[in-house]
């Protein structure tokens, strides 16, 4: 069974850092594309950082591209979304994603998704 687990949200000030993580099990990890995707209560969920399988290249939505960063370490499962410079529009709930084809996490139509963790920025 396949199982995403988030990790790292919390509260932080407006200019603030954070560092979520997310630990894959019951995939081949180093054969999956893994995503970000965040949701606002009153908004539909956005795709906002992908990475694919070796090579690992990366994908972002203009709204973080520059100020966040998605990395994966294939030895421990885990995919990394460093948020830097993070405004109060970024205040959601954050969620991985996983599927072997990086088209299905670019069209929202992932096959495993994590329970989420939740960032709030604050003013």
């Known amino acids: 069974q396949v199982r995403l687990v988030e990790s790292g949200g919390a509260e932080v000030k407006a200019g603030g850092s954070l560092r979520l993580s997310c630990t894959a099990s019951g995939l081949r990890f180093a054969d999956t594309a893994m995503g970000w995707f965040r949701r606002t209560p009153g908004k539909e969920r956005e795709g906002i950082a992908y990475?694919?399988?070796?090579?690992?290249?990366?994908h972002y939505a203009a709204q973080v591209k520059g100020r966040f960063t998605i990395s994966r370490d294939n030895a421990k499962h885990t995919v990394y979304l460093q948020m830097n410079s993070l405004k109060s529009d970024d205040t959601a709930t954050y969620y991985c994603a996983a599927d072997r084809l990086m088209t299905n996490l670019l069209t929202g139509r992932a096959s495993h998704w994590g329970q989420g963790t939740q960032v709030t920025v604050s003013s």
């Open positions: 990475i694919n399988w070796g090579p690992a290249n990366t």
